[in-house]
Nanobody, 121 residues
């Protein structure tokens, strides 16, 4: 069993910052890609940022220069530092990790429970 637990969301004013965390626990042998996605009301879930095990990152154009994804492999944790937030960033943020369980060969995608980020003016 693998579980992803997110933390760090909340309310913030435009221009503010928040840091999200996503900790994976359970029978984990290895984690490949980690990523953050978000879904605003009435919209489809969209990619925010991803990071490979080696640290290569990819960002949506809308967050480049403002958001930073990172990971701490020893703790199976992904982070998303969000700066210069705007009302357009309001959404539920989900982490997703590609996990290899002990005794398994392939990787399975797991999702976090979602974390509300609200930027209000």
């Amino acid at each position: 069993q693998v579980q992803l637990v997110e933390s760090g969301g909340g309310l913030v004013q435009p221009g503010g910052s928040l840091r999200l965390s996503c900790a994976a626990s359970g029978s984990i042998s290895s984690i490949n890609d980690m990523g953050w996605y978000r879904q605003a009301p009435g919209k489809q879930r969209e990619l925010v940022a991803t990071i490979t095990r080696g640290g290569n990152t990819n960002y949506a154009d809308s967050v480049k220069g403002r958001f930073t994804i990172s990971r701490y492999n020893a703790k199976n944790t992904a982070y998303l530092q969000m700066n210069s937030l705007t009302t357009e960033d309001t959404a539920v943020y989900y982490c997703r990790e590609s996990v290899q369980r002990y005794g398994s060969i392939g990787y399975i995608l797991y999702w976090g429970q979602g974390n509300q980020v609200t930027v209000y003016s």
